[in-house]
Every structure is written in structure tokens, then in C-alpha cells.
């Protein structure tokens, strides 16, 4: 086992946020963002109902309606993990056009206490979405396959996800 790459935290600007300033366990915010999402040449949501979960180390996780998303592009997919905090996740496939993105997207039917803000949303990985935006800005994906935080201009790091991480 390699050692784990030492934490040098990326120095956050004014209107920045450092996601090692980010508690654990997560904390979950209402925020006011506009969050759009394209996949298949579609736009198959775009929403102000935002959650966003905040966790030390990953950039913010934005949970949307599951009812915002346009019909149909939602299929229950394989599968099923557990997170120690939000509880037992199922998980989605994306389709659109004849175009399938399998277990790209999760919710919580029924979330931990403390957590129940999660019921009826999906969170989606950014990486296999054509375009995912907030607040217009385009959305970075968190490194790694296991992650789904969303990177943008405001989010300082390093991020859980590099080579090395996995020990933080």
C-alpha cells in the first residue's frame, strides 16, 4: 500500500470555499442555485430546488427532485450501497434518446435521521452527463469513479478522489 499523499490545502480566495472547512458527519443546505442538467442533447432538468450536501474533503453533492427531472429519464438501476451518515442508497440509470448512463444517479428512500431533507431526490455524477451546470458555471467532476461532488470556482481543495487519497 502506497503512502497517502499529504494534505496541502488550496488556499480559498474571497467568495471561495475550502472543502476541508466542510464538516463530518456531512452537513445538508437549501441552497438558492440554479442547477441544469444535460444528457443525450437533452436538458433533463433544471431546477432551483437544491440540496446541497457538504462532507470534509469532496466538493458539494447537489440533491434534486426527483420530480423536476423530465419523465421518463429516471429507471431505477442495479444495485445498492450504504453510507453511514445518509443510509441505504438506490440507484438510477439515465435515458434519453436510446442513450443509457447505468447507476449514474442515487437516492435515499429512506434516509438516516437528520437526513430526511434527501426523500424524494436524486443526485446525479456529473462525468457521464453531457453538461452540468450551476448557476451557469460548467461543472468539474470530482476525481475518482466513486465520488459524485461537483467542482466549480468556488470550491478549493485537494479533493477525495486523487491518487493517494484514500487514507484522508
Known amino acids: 500500500v502506497a503512502d497517502p499523499v499529504p494534505i496541502r ?3 480559498a480566495g474571497p467568495g471561495q470555499e475550502s472543502v476541508w472547512d466542510y464538516p463530518r458527519p456531512p452537513r445538508l443546505e437549501h441552497v438558492d442555485r440554479r442547477i441544469v442538467v444535460e444528457f443525450a442533447g437533452e436538458v433533463i432538468v433544471d431546477t432551483r ?6 462532507e470534509t474533503s469532496h ?3 447537489y440533491y434534486l427532485p426527483i420530480d423536476a427531472l423530465v419523465p421518463g429519464v429516471l429507471r431505477r438501476g442495479e444495485g445498492a450501497s450504504f ?3 445518509k443510509g441505504r442508497a438506490a440507484y438510477f440509470d ?3 434518446n436510446g442513450r443509457v448512463a447505468p447507476r449514474v444517479g442515487w437516492t435515499y428512500p429512506e434516509p438516516s435521521r437528520g ?5 424524494g431526490r436524486v443526485a446525479l455524477y456529473p ?10 458555471e460548467l461543472v468539474t467532476p470530482q476525481p475518482g469513479t466513486f465520488y459524485g461532488g461537483w467542482v466549480t470556482s468556488e470550491i478549493r481543495g485537494p479533493f477525495k ?6 487514507g484522508w
Request: glycine share 8%; with cysteine.
Open 161 to 166: 478522489g486523487v491518487p493517494g487519497s484514500a
Open 49 to 54: 430546488d437544491v440540496v446541497r450536501v457538504l
Open 94 to 96: 439515465v435515458t434519453v
Open 127 to 136: 462525468a457521464p452527463m453531457d453538461r452540468c451546470t450551476v448557476d451557469g
Open 59 to 61: 466538493p458539494p453533492v
Open 115 to 119: 437526513f430526511e431533507d434527501l426523500t
Open 83 to 85: 453510507c453511514e451518515f
Open 9 to 11: 490545502r488550496d488556499v
